[in-house]
Each structure stands twice: as C-alpha cells, then as structure tokens.
Nanobody, 127 residues
C-alpha cells in the first residue's frame, strides 16, 4: 500500500510557475511508476508526466515538454512537478498516482494502470 497526498496548487496568471508536491508514505521502497495526471471539467483525465522511481527515466505529454519537470527526492518520499510558463489550458485538478513496477512509454499515460491515487490539488491559470 502507498498513500499519496498532493499539495502546492493555487491560482496564477499565465506565464507564472507553480511546484506541486506529492508526499508518499507506506511501501515506498518498492519500484513504482509515479505519475502526475490532470483533469479539467468535461474532459478526460490526462497523463501529464511520469517518473520511474528506480531511475529508469521520465516521460511527458507533448503539451508540457520544455515547461514541466518531474522529479523525486532521494528517499523517494516526495514527488514533484515543477510547472513553468503556465497557460490557461493547464488549469485542472492535478493528481499524483503510483503504478507498481517500471514505467513504460506505452502505459505511463493510462490512468487505469495506476493502483494508488492522491486526492488532488487544484491549479488555476488565468489569462
């Protein structure tokens, strides 16, 4: 079991930055694919970025490449999402999630692959 709790959301103007955090507790010593997802009203949940906590790579959806950076701290207890040059279309509820095992380029964006989810943190970007 892994418990996840997000923080760091808020309201910013376009072009601004936010850093989201996801505190993990429980069996964090296992290998997980750690993902960030977002959902806007009326839209499907979308995979934003993922990180293999064994150091096997990071993955991003095309719309955030070059603007967002996913990282983790050394004890693997906190996952981060640094979001720069924010746009109104980045608005949504952001969730972190954990999928036991390694990340793969095919499966990391698929929300049904992830067993554990946080409660979410709201990000609002105004124009």
């Amino acid at each position: 079991q892994v418990h996840l709790m997000e923080s760091g959301g808020g309201s910013v103007q376009a072009g601004g930055s936010l850093r989201l955090s996801c505190a993990a507790s429980g069996r964090t010593y296992y290998r997980y694919c750690m993902g960030w997802f977002r959902q806007s009203p009326g839209k499907q949940r979308e995979g934003v970025a993922a990180l293999d906590n064994a150091g096997a790579g990071t993955f991003y959806t095309d719309s955030v490449k070059g603007r967002f950076t996913i990282s983790q701290d050394n004890p693997k207890s906190t996952l981060y999402l640094q979001m720069n040059s924010l746009k109104p279309e980045d608005t949504g509820m952001y969730y972190c999630a954990a999928d036991p095992g390694a990340c793969s380029s095919a499966s990391w964006p698929l929300d049904y692959e992830y067993n554990y989810w946080g409660q979410g943190t709201q990000v609002t970007v105004s124009s």
